[in-house]
């Protein structure tokens, strides 16, 4: 479908990234021979182009991922928070994408940090940003994980912020989160009067959900949400010369589950408005669970209030081998886009092109 679409009109990086994922475990990044080590089977493998907006290559990335958040765990209720720019920012987050994304972090933690405050706390957060709505349209919103504990200024750990079953009010949460976005942009000058206007015109959206039952639906929906990208190929229905017809959910009509028709310039375009910015950091964590509290401060914690740790799974699961289940694969030899070598295709009958 790439070889289809002129891709002239996007930037250098967006066509490196639609050229990284088109060539995915193919020939042409060449590949890799692997023996397991229990039956002996030879499987062949291409190479994945490892790209971060790839939907193939994010299973052993999110795992290993997950793994490390199991350490960070507390023993409180965590609550799951979004935050929603509106459309009149769409223009912004489609040409200056780093400004509004920073921003859109920034006021984000500053609003929970104040809410925190109110209540005598430091409090913690997991963000993970997603540009997308499910017909692929543009639509940032950050999702938050945020323990309901936090730690006073003797360094006391408080298991519960609230007694209320949502951390803090989404109304209250709203206008602050607002106000601070909106600073935000007036100190980088890019706003004009009428533009601000428009920001305050009507409420931002900040979505609540049910606080997560225990430690492992935390981890659940990590596993879900942290490294998904703009569409899953799951959701692709067919492809086709011209189209793409791709599943999703309408929420307007009560999440229902519908079909809909790009062309495959328009499918493209779409897929284009969520390619990050090099190096731009889309999972981020700030106070309690941030990198220099982890640097000896969670430990110390966790020990105080015995925390109990979760065992890891061993991260073997793309190493395993297909036919017998049990072993681990061990590369044997690589190649390039020629291809594998005559005598590991004879080798054996159970061979695996993926």
């Known amino acids: 479908m790439l070889r289809q679409v002129n891709t002239d009109n996007y930037t250098i990086h967006q066509q490196k990234t639609l050229r990284a994922i088109s060539l995915c475990r193919t020939a042409a990044l060449g590949g890799h021979v692997d023996a397991c080590d229990e039956c002996g089977m030879v499987h062949i493998?291409?190479?994945?182009?490892?790209?971060?907006?790839?939907?193939?290559?994010?299973?052993?990335?999110?795992?290993?991922?997950?793994?490390?958040?199991?350490?960070?765990?507390?023993?409180?209720?965590?609550y799951h928070l979004v935050f929603t720019l509106p459309q009149e920012l769409n223009t912004l987050a489609l040409y200056q994408p780093k400004l509004a994304y920073d921003a859109l972090f920034k006021s984000v933690w500053s609003t929970l940090r104040q809410f925190g405050t109110n209540e005598g706390l430091t409090l913690g957060m997991i963000s993970i940003l997603h540009t997308w709505g499910q017909n692929l349209s543009l639509h940032p919103h950050l999702h938050c994980i945020v323990p309901g504990g936090g730690i006073d200024n003797k360094g006391k750990w408080h298991r519960k912020i609230r007694s209320t079953k949502f951390l803090f009010p989404v109304k209250a949460l709203s206008k602050v989160f607002r106000a601070k976005y909106v600073r935000?942009?007036?100190?980088?000058?890019?706003?004009?009067?009428?533009?601000?206007?428009?920001?305050?015109?009507?409420?931002?959206?900040v979505y609540a959900k049910r606080p997560f039952g225990g430690p492992k639906q935390v981890i659940e929906y990590l596993g879900r949400y942290t490294h998904k990208v703009a569409i899953s190929n799951h959701r692709i229905e067919t492809v086709g010369n011209n189209q793409v017809i791709f599943k999703y959910k309408d929420y307007k009509d009560g999440g229902k589950s519908k079909l809909m028709t790009l062309s495959n310039v328009e499918f493209i375009r779409r897929f284009t408005l969520h390619i990050l910015p090099q190096r731009f950091v889309r999972i981020r964590h700030y106070g309690i669970l941030s990198s220099s509290w982890k640097r000896g401060k969670l430990q110390q914690l966790q020990q105080v209030l015995n925390v109990k740790k979760y065992s890891a799974t061993p991260i073997i699961k793309h190493r395993r081998c297909l036919y017998c289940k049990t072993g681990t694969l061990i590369t044997i030899d690589v190649f390039g886009s020629r291809g594998p070598p005559a005598m590991y295709l004879s080798a054996s009958p159970q061979t695996s092109m993926v």
């Open 45 to 78: 493998s291409y190479n994945s182009c490892r790209n971060r907006h790839c939907p193939k290559c994010q299973g052993h990335k999110r795992d290993e991922w997950i793994q490390s958040r199991e350490a960070d765990l507390l023993p409180c209720t965590y």
């Open 184 to 205: 935000l942009l007036r100190e980088k000058g890019i706003c004009d009067k009428m533009f601000i206007e428009s920001l305050f015109s009507k409420g931002w959206v």
